[in-house]
């Protein structure tokens, strides 16, 4: 059952012990029983002018709003929500930068200013704030609902975050080092496959989305899925299998489609991967279809061409449709009559449809252009 319980902390009692590891990037304080930055977080830090505005808000002895802390089986605590507001405060106790002082201050002074350089009265309100801190306990699962029902404020969590925060491991770790540390080889290697951030956990995602598919793993939608992958694998010792699945996965793409372009970028490799990785396929001629449809004027969504040359799914391309000028254009010569059935409808009730398709050579022009009633289209579609 979670257990949520509200305490104040001062500041001078997290301050104590801070430390920064450059090489792990950890982040602790409180004399070593709060970390700060848990393996699952991203590698985030405020701006100057958001780093200043907390400290702005401290000194002025206004509300900073309210933190989240996680109660580990040993006691210790590691900060779910307030991480980048933490390391504001640590690092202007630990005189590691300065700001220009709100105008409560007693002593005024011209240039950015370091805490050693405040009056004591004002060291003293400093170290003396207290910050309002949520403290949770509870199962993984309880952590994951409470987790994301408080997600609500600052920089969001995003849902791969809140995994990693409940179901965090050694092999975890590990995967984070492939896919979600600053200049990791995913990022390296395959950014300009890859969609979205890295640093918000958008690769690791990916890859366990894409890898639980290629092992059949059941779950409720794609987060579900994740979430069993990630309990399935949790007890690995690395993450080795997962960062040789992902190599295998570009290197069937560099085979199969070997003149990269833009429109490759966000394709969902691992799917497409996990189904015709044992095809045999011609490259040659994979590359004269993928340079017609990229010219092809029909093709609105590039990125749904090799998922076409593979599928011959045209719903992937979201081919061109008429414009309304064009179908209000040809209901008029039509006068309302469906060329198909003959009856007459409103032009609500009615669908532009290609005479000649597209894959048979067809445009989206109007002299290529019929008015057919719904049923009439919906039928004509599926023969």
Same mark, same amino acid.
């Given at each position: ?6 305490? &104040? ?17 950890? /982040? ?84 950015? #200013? ?46 791969? +975050?809140?995994?990693? #925060? ?8 590990? #995967? ?50 994740? +979430? ?24 069937? /793409? ?12 966000? /394709? ?29 004027? +029909?093709?609105?969504? &590039? ?12 719903? /992937? ?61 919906? +039928?004509?579609?599926?023969?």
């Amino acid at each position: 059952m979670m257990q949520v319980e509200l305490k &104040k902390y001062r500041i001078e009692e997290i301050t104590n012990g801070f430390s920064e590891d450059d090489n792990s990037s950890q /982040v602790i304080a409180m004399g070593g029983k709060l970390d700060i930055r848990p393996k699952y977080q991203r590698e985030y830090v405020y701006d100057d002018e958001k780093r200043d505005k907390v400290i702005d808000t401290v000194l002025r002895g206004l509300p900073l709003g309210v933190m989240y802390f996680v109660e580990r089986d040993d006691g210790s605590l590691e900060v779910l929500d307030g991480q980048q507001r933490l390391i504001s405060i640590c690092r202007y106790a630990d005189n590691q930068f300065g700001i220009k002082l709100p105008d409560n201050i007693v002593h005024q002074i011209k240039s950015e #200013a370091v805490f050693n350089i405040l009056h004591d009265g004002d060291k003293e309100k400093f170290n003396n704030y207290e910050i309002n801190v949520y403290i949770c306990k509870g199962t993984y699962k309880d952590k994951i609902d409470w987790f994301e029902t408080i997600n609500i404020a600052g920089e969001k969590l995003e849902q791969q +975050e809140i995994l990693n #925060a409940v179901l965090h491991s050694k092999w975890l770790d590990d #995967a984070k080092t492939y896919f979600s540390k600053r200049n990791c080889p995913a990022h390296r290697v395959y950014s300009r496959y890859m969609k979205g951030n890295y640093i918000r956990q958008d690769y690791l995602a990916t890859a366990f989305a894409w890898a639980a598919d290629n092992e059949d793993i059941e779950g409720k939608g794609r987060r579900g899925k994740i +979430e069993n992958y990630m309990q399935k694998h949790r007890k690995d010792q690395n993450a080795k299998e997962l960062w040789s699945y992902f190599e295998s996965v570009f290197s069937w /793409v560099k085979k199969a489609f070997r003149n990269y372009d833009e429109s490759m970028k966000g /394709v969902e490799w691992g799917y497409l991967y996990n189904v015709h990785k044992d095809e045999l396929l011609d490259p040659d001629l994979l590359a004269k279809e993928v340079k017609n449809l990229l010219e092809d004027s +029909e093709v609105t969504n &590039k990125h749904g061409i090799y998922e076409y040359l593979l599928t011959n799914k045209e719903r /992937v391309l979201n081919l061109r449709g008429f414009s309304i000028q064009d179908k209000t254009t040809q209901y008029s010569k039509q006068k309302g009559i469906c060329t198909i059935c003959g009856k007459h409808f409103e032009l609500k009730d009615m669908e532009a449809d290609h005479i000649t398709p597209w894959h048979e050579g067809g445009r989206t022009t109007l002299d290529n252009c019929q008015m057919l009633c719904k049923k009439c289209n919906r +039928e004509k579609g599926g023969r």
